[in-house]
């Protein structure tokens, strides 16, 4: 089936680094990848949509220049927090959808950015 | 626009009891349902979808949900809990197949009691 790769899993870095997240579709072609944040016990929200070859779409409240997105090909879209403070600690995962078809999105297995 | 209310944040069942997760949703337009899974410190899993067609959908692990147009409802069941089944779950929906996101429920979690 449909699998995405998000790497890495775990990052732990001082306050000010900048942190680069990829997310990989493997055996499919998304078009459109989607970056969803989830905080502790709460549920996922929608940061931005990236698309491949042109600029992300980011939701309200979203800092672009905080959370950049770059979707350079159809298999990856990374997304870099830059300058990250402890507040931007939280769990991050992205997703991507087969261009086709009903097909639903599959998610990658997250990554947790804790800031320190 | 499309929302999705996942009743009870925390549910707890014996093992070997019926499991029943509650999801409403309200959308503009004809939706799509999903239900995932999500354990400790992982992604999200997708366990079945209604996109069109039969209103029952069987997913993994033996949980089905139906879809009640006249509800707005998407419950998620299990006849028969396992400790396995302990997890969060989210209902989520989507306008269309298009490239549009999901819109998640709050997401519960289940309890399985042995």
């Known amino acids: 089936g449909a699998v995405v790769s998000q790497h890495p899993s775990r990052v732990i870095c001082k306050s000010g680094t900048s942190v680069k997240i990829e997310c990989r579709s493997l055996d499919f072609q998304a078009t459109t990848m989607f970056w969803y944040r989830q905080f502790p016990k709460k549920s996922l929200m929608l940061m931005a949509t990236s698309n491949e070859g042109s600029k992300a779409t980011y939701e309200q409240g979203v800092e672009k220049d905080k959370f950049l997105i770059n979707h350079a090909s159809l298999t990856l879209s990374t997304l870099t927090v830059t300058s990250a403070h402890p507040e931007d600690s939280s769990f991050y995962i992205c997703?991507?959808?087969?261009?086709?078809?009903?097909?639903?999105?599959?998610f990658g297995d997250g990554t947790r950015l804790s800031i320190l | 626009a499309q929302s999705v209310t996942q009743l009870g944040s925390h549910v707890s069942v014996s093992e070997g009891a019926l499991v029943l997760l509650r999801c409403n949703y309200s959308?503009?337009?004809?939706?799509?349902l999903f239900w995932y899974v999500q354990y400790p410190n992982q992604g999200l899993q997708l366990l079945l979808k209604?996109?069109?067609?039969?209103?029952l959908v069987k997913g993994i692990n033996g949980f089905e949900a139906e879809f009640k147009k006249s509800e707005t409802s998407f419950h998620l069941t299990k006849p028969s809990a396992h400790m396995s089944d302990a997890a969060e779950y989210f209902c989520?929906?989507?306008?269309?197949?298009?490239?549009?996101?999901?819109?998640f429920g709050k997401g519960t979690r289940l309890s399985v009691i042995a």
């Open positions: 959308s503009s337009v004809p939706p799509y």
């Open positions: 989520a929906v989507s306008a269309y197949s298009g490239n549009t996101p999901l819109v």
């Open positions: 997703s991507a959808r087969q261009h086709r078809g009903n097909q639903p999105q599959h």
């Open positions: 209604y996109t069109t067609g039969a209103t």
